[in-house]
T-cell receptor, first 113, second 113 residues
């Protein structure tokens, strides 16, 4: 069974631009969560989607948004990028929709200059 | 506010010894607690889950304890090997409704041959 895939793996953007990251969950998994990981803050929860509905949202500004498609694939978007948005963005999928075991992708390394 | 604390300092132990990592939490009523392993540049990998009504869980050389009175989980790796060197993250999910999963910042374990 293929694991969670994320594209792109690396991205360099300029302040003020916007970016879209993509996540394909493990086949059959309906829950997708997104996290931001930085050395100082660790893994910070962004949002969780289940069956195309956002079920939970972390404490991030409205510049961070996401969506989930009918095939469970998910995208997250960050508008008006700031230097502080530089981080590893991780996507995780789970089977039960209650995040029992989360399977993480390799992440997208975003650098904002 | 809810807080998860892991010893952010690296833990160095000799090969063959038992490594013990600590996860403390405050202002939380977790439904369950998980431990993940993360290697540099990769997404976390699920190791073990322990529910609020369980005291101990084992998997091969791994053992997790959960004390909801002390608000603490201990993660043990027996007969540690250099290949166990990684960062270990604890994660809690609150009880009731659709709660997000909150991660600790992780403890870096270095097993010295």
């Amino acid at each position: 069974k293929a694991g969670v895939t994320q594209t792109p793996r690396y991205l360099i953007k300029t302040r003020g631009q916007q970016v879209t990251l993509s996540c394909s969950p493990i086949s059959g998994h309906r829950s997708v969560s997104w996290y931001q990981q930085t050395p100082g803050q660790g893994l910070q929860f962004l949002f969780e989607y289940f069956s195309e509905t956002q079920r939970n949202k972390g404490n991030f500004p409205g510049r961070f948004s996401g969506r989930q498609f009918s095939n469970s694939r998910s995208e997250m978007n960050v508008s008006t990028l700031e230097l502080g948005d530089s981080a590893l963005y991780l996507c995780a999928s789970s089977l039960a929709g209650q995040n029992y075991e989360q399977y993480f992708g390799p992440g997208t390394r975003l650098t904002v200059t | 506010s809810q807080k998860i604390e892991q010893n952010s300092e690296a833990l160095n132990i000799q090969e063959g010894k038992t490594a013990t990592l600590t996860c403390n939490y405050t202002n939380y009523s977790p439904a369950y607690l998980q431990w993940y392993r993360q290697d540099p540049g990769r997404g976390p990998v699920f190791l073990l889950l322990i529910r609020e009504n369980e005291k101990e869980k084992r998997k091969e050389r791994l053992k997790v304890t959960f004390d909801t009175t002390l608000k603490q989980s201990l993660f043990h790796i027996t007969a540690s090997q250099p290949a166990d060197s990684a960062t270990y993250l604890c994660a809690l999910k609150g009880s009731g409704g659709y709660q997000k999963v909150t991660f600790g910042i992780g403890t870096k374990l270095q097993v010295i041959p």
